[in-house]
Antibody, heavy 122, light 107 residues
Framework: QITLKESGPTLVKPTQTLTLTCTFS??????????VGWIRQSPGKALEWLAL???????RYSPSLRSRLTITKDTSKNQVVLTMTNMDPVDTATYYC??????????????WGQGTLVTVSS | DIQMTQSPSSLSASVGDRVTITCRTS??????LNWYQQKPGKAPKLLIY???SLQSGVPSRFSGSGSGTDFTLTISSLQPEDFATYFC?????????FGQGTRLEIK
């Protein structure tokens, strides 16, 4: 059974860097074809795809946020980490860790974490 | 970015009704269109991928069709648990953009 769980701060100040950790089970990020990513959802309910990392360390980022995002993996710990620099109140959202449907196109997600709400405020 | 236009934005229907939601993209995306269902306070759930492939465990009353720029999600006979918000998403090219959602409410 695949599960993913996000952890990190619930409140960050403007200009700070956000670091979120996804801890997963039920699969290995060293298996060919596997990908883990991040999607966020603002309080206005829009969903926004952020980043994805593959088993071979190939990384994909949203072009509009690429300069602010870094995604890394620790296969031995079954973790994926997302960092986002220069946080702004518009980045307030629920951040989801997601598992890419193996064999499908990169953006297709079959498992989601429960999400973690991050508020950006001074 | 590929723009997604979902319609309607909200819809009232009754149990047993047949419902169709549409999604139009700003450029051709071949078959690379997904549909998700989201209930309040929960993460989205994948229903349909690649326009018409039913995700494992999803009831057969859900179906998808379309290609190019025009796609539809159909629920053949609404059940009480189907009242939720539905999102389309293109998985053709990064960033993998989502529609704004269709809120399906009980009439």
């Amino acid at each position: 059974q695949i599960t993913l769980k996000e952890s990190g701060p619930t409140l960050v100040k403007p200009t700070q860097t956000l670091t979120l950790t996804c801890t997963f089970s039920g699969f290995s990020l060293s298996t060919s074809g596997v990908g883990v990513g991040w999607i966020r959802q603002s309080p206005g309910k829009a969903l926004e795809w952020l980043a994805l990392i593959y088993w071979d360390d190939d990384k994909r980022y949203s072009p509009s946020l690429r300069s602010r995002l870094t995604i890394t993996k620790d296969t031995s710990k079954n973790q994926v980490v997302l960092t986002m620099t220069n946080m702004d109140p518009v980045d307030t959202a629920t951040y989801y860790c997601v598992h890419r449907l193996n064999g499908a196109s990169p953006g297709t997600v079959d498992y989601w974490g429960q999400g973690t709400l991050v508020t950006v405020s001074s | 970015d590929i723009q997604m236009t979902q319609s309607p934005s909200s819809l009232s229907a009754s149990v047993g009704d047949r419902v169709t939601i549409t999604c139009r993209t700003s450029q051709s995306i071949s078959k690379y269109l997904n549909w998700y269902q989201q209930k309040p306070g929960k993460a989205p759930k994948l229903l349909i991928y690649d326009a018409s492939s039913l995700q494992s465990g999803v009831p057969s009353r859900f179906s998808g069709s379309g290609s190019g720029t025009d796609f539809t999600l159909t629920i053949s006979s609404l059940q009480p648990e189907d009242f939720a918000t539905y999102f389309c998403q293109q998985s053709y090219g990064s960033p993998y953009t989502f529609g704004q959602g269709t809120r399906l409410e009980i009439k």
